[in-house]
């Protein structure tokens, strides 16, 4: 089975008013990894430093980066209609369709798994 397991690294914890500034993406087919989508993104604002503090990435690293509305096709077009799977999905994804809403762009289409909540099914306790 392919699917893509996704991850993103924002300014804060607020969908509608933070930003994304890295995307990192993986498509598997099966077990193995076989292509990746990353990259840092220019959220068009300085970087709180307690967000930098959490996740390493400064005003600095991202200076001469894309802003988010020029990154969204390219992801939309690796992930396709595969499922896409996040540890704390909902968080990551929230952030992802606010983006996509704001700049009425392309989102990927496959069903969002959290691998969270799985984990507590699998894992009880």
């Known amino acids: 089975m392919d699917f893509i397991a996704f991850d993103l690294e924002t300014t804060g914890i607020q969908p ?15 077990a193995s990894p076989v292509e990746t989508f990353c990259t840092l ?3 068009g604002r300085p970087i709180p430093p307690e967000a930098s503090a ?5 005003d ?6 894309p802003g988010i509305e020029t990154v969204l096709a390219g992801l939309a ?9 996040a540890h704390n ?3 990551d994804f929230k952030f992802l369709l606010a983006a996509v809403e704001k700049h009425r762009a392309k989102a ?5 798994l959290d691998s969270c909540a799985l984990s507590r099914i699998v894992f009880p306790g």
Not at 54 to 58: C, L, M, P, S
């Open 41 to 43: 993104i220019n959220p």
């Open 60 to 65: 600095e690293m991202v200076a001469d980066k």
């Open 89 to 91: 999905a909902p968080f």
């Open 108 to 112: 990927p289409k496959g069903v969002v």
């Open 16 to 30: 509608k008013t933070d930003a994304v500034v890295e995307i990192g993406a993986v498509r598997f087919r099966g």
């Open 54 to 58: 959490v996740n390493g990435i400064t």
């Open 77 to 85: 077009g690796f992930c396709g209609g595969l499922p896409l799977v």
